[in-house]
């Protein structure tokens, strides 16, 4: 892989795990279905991954989605359910950007999985973990079905463009995750001036 293609298999990769971070099982469903109808290059999924496109890992993948879309809009269910999504999340953020990156030198490959991947992830999924406690705690779960659905739109919308766009969505995602750390210190500056 060349310089440039790599730099657009980490930049889709990234992308995707930013959207492992609102659901962990529809970036890999979609990457998956996408390789299948050969929307991306069948050689990105090299002999490491390539369980990853076959018809039972896609009907197990589609399920999983299914189930975790339905299981986030049942109440306190969804609150569980945060504690197995965050390491999932992270652990799904690294396989898709080590996917991506198939073909690449296997350092490369997986320092920018492990580090970007995974830590994009992390980002994303405590985010939306903190924001389902505080709707929780102010609306007793009421308002939940309103985070997830837009934590929903946010996933697949997320996946769809890093599939297809990898530049714009690499820009969305880098700008979301600023605006979700920024967000953190300043409630933490605020925290620390009223102590």
């Known amino acids: 892989m060349d310089e440039a293609g790599i730099v657009i298999a980490a930049f889709m990769g990234i992308s995707l795990a930013a959207a492992s971070g609102f659901r962990v099982f529809l970036p890999p469903f979609l990457m998956s279905l996408a390789v299948k109808v050969n929307l991306i290059d069948i050689d990105l999924v090299g002999s490491q991954f390539e369980f990853f496109t076959s018809t039972p890992a896609i009907i197990i993948l589609g399920i999983a989605t299914v189930a975790e879309f339905a299981a986030y809009y049942t109440p306190w269910i969804d609150n569980i359910l945060d504690t197995i999504a965050t390491p999932a999340a992270v652990l799904a953020g690294i396989g898709v950007t080590a996917i991506s990156l198939e073909g690449s030198e296997p350092i490369i490959q997986w320092a920018i999985a492990v580090i970007a991947g995974g830590g994009m992830s992390a980002i994303i999924q405590t985010a939306t973990v903190a924001t389902r406690g505080i709707s929780s705690t102010f609306t007793l779960g009421v308002a939940n079905p309103v985070v997830a659905t837009s934590e929903n739109i946010a996933s697949v919308a997320l996946t769809i463009i890093a ?32 102590d």
């Open 163 to 194: 599939i297809l766009f990898p530049i714009l969505a690499i820009v969305f995602a880098v700008l979301l995750a600023l605006l979700l750390i920024s967000r953190r210190i300043n409630k933490n500056q605020e925290k620390t001036a009223t």
